[in-house]
C-alpha cells in the first residue's frame, strides 16, 4: 500500500540521510560530464531538423553568429571547439554590453516626417469600369 511505501521510504532516510544526497550528487556529477561548455539544453539526437540545420550552416558558414550559438547552446560541438566557441561568443557579448552610451543631450533629434498611408482616388480610370451586372455580391439564383 501507499503508507508502506511512505513508511519504508521515510525509515530509510532516517537511517541512512547521506544516502539521498550522495545519489543526488552523483547525479549531477555525471549531468556536469554530458554538458559542455555554454550548454543550456540538452543535445537532440543527429536527425533532429534544427540540428542538421545548424550543424550544416556552421560547416558552411563558420562566422555565423546564429549557427555558433545554436550549436554551442545545444552542446552538439565536440568539447574543445565548443569551449573556443564560447569565449568567442561570450566576449562578442561582452563587447556589446560595455558599448559606450551617448547621453541624450548631446544628440540632436530631427523630426520625422510621417508618411500618410491613404491613397487617394480622386481621379477616374477609363479603363475600369463596371456594369451593373458585373459588380460584386451580384448574384443570380
Same mark, same amino acid.
Given at each position: 500500500s501507499i503508507y508502506e511505501t511512505k513508511t519504508f521510504?521515510?525509515?530509510?532516510?532516517? !537511517?541512512? +540521510?547521506?544516502?539521498?544526497?550522495?545519489?543526488?550528487?552523483?547525479? /549531477? @556529477?555525471? !549531468?556536469? @560530464? %554530458?554538458?559542455?561548455p555554454g550548454q543550456k539544453f540538452p543535445t537532440p539526437t543527429p536527425g533532429f531538423a534544427d540540428r542538421v540545420f545548424y550543424e550544416t550552416l556552421l560547416r558552411q %558558414? +563558420?562566422?555565423?553568429?546564429?549557427?555558433?550559438?545554436?550549436c554551442v547552446n545545444f552542446g552538439v560541438l565536440p568539447r574543445k571547439e565548443a569551449s573556443k566557441l564560447y569565449?568567442? /561568443?561570450?566576449? %562578442?557579448?561582452?563587447?556589446?554590453?560595455s558599448a559606450p552610451s551617448v547621453s541624450s543631450s548631446s544628440v540632436v533629434r530631427k523630426k520625422k516626417k510621417s508618411k500618410s498611408n491613404i491613397i487617394r482616388d480622386d481621379g477616374v480610370?477609363?479603363?475600369?469600369?463596371? %456594369?451593373?451586372? !458585373?459588380?460584386?455580391?451580384?448574384?443570380?439564383?
Amino acid at each position: 500500500s501507499i503508507y508502506e511505501t511512505k513508511t519504508f521510504l521515510s525509515r530509510a532516510v532516517r !537511517e541512512n +540521510p547521506g544516502s539521498v544526497v550522495s545519489m543526488s550528487s552523483k547525479a /549531477i @556529477k555525471e !549531468e556536469s @560530464k %554530458r554538458h559542455k561548455p555554454g550548454q543550456k539544453f540538452p543535445t537532440p539526437t543527429p536527425g533532429f531538423a534544427d540540428r542538421v540545420f545548424y550543424e550544416t550552416l556552421l560547416r558552411q %558558414r +563558420p562566422g555565423s553568429m546564429m549557427a555558433q550559438e545554436w550549436c554551442v547552446n545545444f552542446g552538439v560541438l565536440p568539447r574543445k571547439e565548443a569551449s573556443k566557441l564560447y569565449k568567442k /561568443i561570450m566576449e %562578442r557579448k561582452g563587447m556589446k554590453r560595455s558599448a559606450p552610451s551617448v547621453s541624450s543631450s548631446s544628440v540632436v533629434r530631427k523630426k520625422k516626417k510621417s508618411k500618410s498611408n491613404i491613397i487617394r482616388d480622386d481621379g477616374v480610370d477609363v479603363g475600369m469600369q463596371v %456594369r451593373g451586372d !458585373e459588380a460584386m455580391g451580384s448574384a443570380v439564383m
